[in-house]
């Protein structure tokens, strides 16, 4: 009995850390400079709050195929490749993260790895919010109405980005103008990491290919 209430005494200040961190996010969307600075140099955040967002982005990108008015989006399911799907949206994050904090640690960045991807995580909280809502208003929408609905859609997309940048200033103590310019130089990371990577993989395949070819050409000897 005392063993059971001391382990839902722990488990209070846990969850209650995390409701918390998961509301500061609404904080760094309306304070965005203030909001990432506590996040990360307070401890505001946590990677607990911050994978949450990133899941409900990614389930309210799967709900939108299915719940958005066909006016709007046409989804052809035998086409869809869901992981495909998915990766469209973790791989950028995954490479942005990584390109972020490899230069910035080159150039007196404070963030670490784990505070870039907290922060970017936290600054994708306006795509859920928005594109939520906006989903399943869309079913009332006619057709002359969708520009409203195609502006919300990019002022989602728009506010992340813009809080994504704000994050980076904050947890890297950059300035603005050096803030822009370690974006544009991620962006560029970004590009030459896909490019490594369609080497690599293209090198791995002809590999592959080269010793299932020169399988089958030794079974046919024998």
């Known amino acids: 009995m005392i063993a059971a209430q001391t382990k839902t005494n722990t488990n209070h200040p846990r969850l209650r850390r995390y409701l918390?961190?998961?509301k500061f996010g609404?904080?760094?969307?309306?304070?965005?400079?203030?909001?990432?600075?506590?996040l990360t140099h307070e401890k505001r955040g946590t990677?607990?709050?911050?994978?949450?967002?990133?899941?409900?982005?990614?389930?309210?990108?799967?709900?939108?195929?299915?719940?958005?008015?066909?006016?709007?989006m046409q989804v052809y399911w035998e086409d869809l490749n869901l992981f495909l799907y998915l990766a469209s949206v973790l791989?950028?994050?995954?490479?942005?993260?990584?390109?972020n904090w490899g230069l910035t640690t080159l150039f007196d960045g404070k963030g670490r790895l784990g505070q870039v991807y907290?922060?970017?995580?936290?600054?994708?909280?306006?795509?859920?919010?928005?594109?939520?809502?906006?989903?399943?208003?869309?079913?009332?929408?006619?057709?002359?109405?969708?520009?409203?609905?195609?502006?919300?859609?990019?002022?989602?997309?728009?506010?992340?980005?813009?809080?994504?940048?704000?994050a980076m200033g904050q947890i890297h103590e950059y300035g603005v103008g050096k803030n822009l310019l370690f974006t544009v130089a991620t962006l560029f990371s970004m590009l030459v990491m896909?490019?490594?990577?369609?080497?690599?993989?293209?090198?791995?395949?002809?590999?592959?290919?080269?010793?299932?070819?020169?399988?089958?050409?030794?079974?046919?000897?024998?």
């Open 118 to 166: 907290m922060a970017t995580c936290y600054a994708l909280l306006p795509y859920p919010l928005i594109q939520f809502p906006l989903m399943i208003l869309s079913n009332g929408f006619t057709k002359d109405e969708m520009d409203f609905y195609s502006v919300l859609s990019v002022l989602s997309l728009v506010y992340a980005v813009v809080l994504i940048i704000a």
């Open 194 to 222: 896909i490019f490594l990577l369609m080497i690599f993989f293209s090198m791995v395949s002809q590999g592959v290919a080269y010793f299932i070819s020169l399988g089958r050409e030794l079974l046919f000897r024998m």
């Open 47 to 72: 990677m607990a709050a911050a994978n949450t967002i990133l899941i409900l982005a990614l389930l309210v990108r799967i709900l939108k195929l299915k719940y958005t008015s066909f006016i709007v």
């Open 26 to 38: 609404l904080y760094c969307m309306t304070h965005p400079l203030d909001g990432f600075w506590d």
């Open 20 to 22: 918390d961190s998961l």
């Open 91 to 99: 791989l950028p994050l995954g490479l942005w993260v990584i390109g």
